[in-house]
Nanobody
């Protein structure tokens, strides 16, 4: 069993930055791929970024490439999402996820989800 707790969300002006953190419980964190998804009101959940278990390979959605960076610290059981040059369309609840492999775009193969953290970007 893995529990995921996100933090770092908030309200920021367009062009600003935020760093989300995802703290995981359990000793198996390093065996999981970690990912971030987001869901805006009235929209479907959307893949944002993922990182493999060793931290050597990442994958980003086209909409965030060049602006968002996913990373992880296996010694601290924590995954991060650095978000730069934020835009109003980035406003959503951001969810941390853990999976046994690369997550699908819908997150259907995600094993564990966090509770979510709100990110709001004003224009």
């Amino acid at each position: 069993q893995v529990q995921l707790v996100e933090s770092g969300g908030g309200l920021v002006q367009a062009g600003g930055s935020l760093r989300l953190s995802c703290a995981a419980s359990g000793r198996t964190f390093r065996s999981y791929f970690m990912a971030w998804f987001r869901q805006a009101p009235g929209k479907e959940r959307q893949f944002v970024a993922a990182i493999n278990s060793g931290g050597s390979t990442t994958s980003n959605a086209q909409s965030v490439k060049g602006r968002f960076t996913i990373s992880r610290d296996n010694a601290k059981n924590t995954s991060y999402l650095q978000m730069n040059d934020l835009k109003p369309e980035d406003t959503a609840v951001y969810y941390c996820a853990a999976s046994n492999g690369w997550p699908t775009g819908t997150g259907a193969n995600v094993n564990y989800w966090g509770q979510g953290t709100q990110v709001s970007v004003s224009s």
